[in-house]
Each structure stands twice: as structure tokens, then as C-alpha cells.
């Protein structure tokens, strides 16, 4: 089945010691984004790629870079971990940029930090 | 402002009563809707959307401009239908504003 695939399904850093979260998708979709989800909310967008074209939302920290090698693969790091980034992190897809696209979505990375 | 608000944080209704979760938006082009389910321990979903005019698992959804409403609805709940319900929004392939604007969610819980 094509899918979206994101690993670990469960990551535990250390306070400040940079950490990698994986996606991948066997949709051939033009776009791949990242989403923040903390509990009981909704998710965050913090960036996409429209292929190669990389687009960061105007109040993502810093601190969370992506990386987006070819059409399949989407990497999440985040280079100095605080608390406060504790969540789930959920990978999606979509064929297009328009809102008639449907997202498709990982089943998410839950990320601790202690 | 963009915005999408789903004024429930909770909804628990009975097996086989009717559900109707709420969804307000602001919008000052002509937006896209969508609802989008998350069943215990399965991934985020679309459920569906206003373009489609489609019924999906039994719920329907009818985009009332008038009002800036798209409330969904099912006329008799069952228990698998438990789960966390967002309504989201975006704007149109006229319309340069292309991310999806998602509410708070509602988790609903049906009663056996």
C-alpha cells in the first residue's frame, strides 16, 4: 500500500543533544510537511517542501531545521532539544499545494526529552 | 483573521443519536473545507470535504456561507465512531493561502 512512513515511532533525547526524526512516502507527492502536535491540540505546521522548495512558517524556532534529499525521504532535526519540544511529531503528504489536495499522514514520532 | 473554531472540546452523545459537531471559520477568500478524524491509535485522516458534497461512514457536512459554518453530521452515532474530529480549512487553488488552518478538535465519545 502507498503510504507515508515515519521512524522512530518513539524518540527519547536528552536535553540538548540534537536528534533526527525520518519520513518517507511511497505516494510520489510533490509536497511533504511537518507538523507539531502536543497534547489535546491541533497540529502545527512548521514547514514544507513543494519538491525541492523549502518553506518555513514565520514563528517555527530556529532550533528545527528540515532536509528533504529527494522526492521520498523528509528529515526532521532539531539541534539543541528543550522540554518544551516534547510532542508528537507528524509527517504528511499531499499531491499539490491547493487546499482541494487531501493531506496524507504518518503515524507520527512521539519525541521525549529528558 | 483566518481562523477555524470548533467551540466543543467534548461532545459524548449516545449509541444511535444524532451527532452534530460544530465548526465556525473566518475566511476572507473563498476557503476549502475539510474534516479530518483520528481514531485511537490510527494516524490523522481525511474524513471529508466540502467540494466533494460526498457521505462518508454515514456523516455529511454542508458548507453554509451565510452562517461560516460547516458542521458535521451523523444522524445515529455508533461506538466505532469515537474520536478526535478536526475541521480544517484552506484556501482555494485561486487563492495563494494554500495551508491548512485546523481547529482546536473535538473528541467525541459515543455511550453504548
Known amino acids: 500500500d502507498a503510504m507515508v512512513i515515519q521512524n522512530p515511532r518513539y524518540q527519547v533525547t536528552q536535553f540538548g543533544k540534537p536528534v533526527t526524526l525520518s519520513c518517507s512516502q511511497t505516494?510520489?507527492?510533490?509536497?511533504m510537511y511537518w507538523y507539531q502536535q502536543k497534547s489535546s491540540q491541533a497540529p502545527k505546521l512548521l514547514f514544507h517542501y513543494y519538491d525541492k522548495d523549502f518553506n518555513n512558517e514565520a514563528d517555527t524556532p530556529d532550533n528545527f531545521q528540515s532536509r528533504r534529499p529527494n522526492t521520498s525521504f523528509c528529515f526532521l532535526d532539531i539541534r539543541s532539544p528543550g522540554l518544551g519540544d516534547a510532542a508528537m511529531y507528524l509527517c504528511?503528504?499531499?499531491?499539490?499545494?491547493?487546499?482541494?489536495?487531501?493531506?496524507?499522514f504518518g503515524p507520527g514520532t512521539r519525541l521525549t526529552v529528558t | 483573521a483566518q481562523r477555524v473554531t470548533q467551540p466543543e472540546k467534548l461532545l459524548s452523545v449516545f449509541k444511535g443519536a444524532p451527532v452534530e459537531l460544530k465548526c465556525n471559520y473566518s475566511y476572507s477568500g473563498s476557503p476549502e473545507l475539510f474534516w479530518y478524524v483520528q481514531y485511537s491509535r490510527q494516524r490523522l485522516q481525511l474524513l471529508l470535504r466540502h467540494i466533494s458534497r460526498e457521505s462518508i461512514k454515514g456523516f455529511t457536512a454542508d458548507l453554509n456561507k451565510g452562517e461560516t459554518s460547516f458542521h458535521l453530521k451523523k444522524p445515529f452515532a455508533q461506538e466505532e465512531d469515537s474520536a478526535m474530529y478536526y475541521c480544517a480549512l484552506s484556501g482555494s487553488s485561486m487563492d495563494s493561502n494554500y495551508q491548512l488552518i485546523w481547529g482546536a478538535g473535538t473528541k467525541l465519545i459515543i455511550k453504548p
Open positions: 505516494l510520489n507527492h510533490n509536497v
Open positions: 504528511a503528504t499531499s499531491k499539490g499545494l491547493a487546499g482541494t489536495y487531501e493531506q496524507y
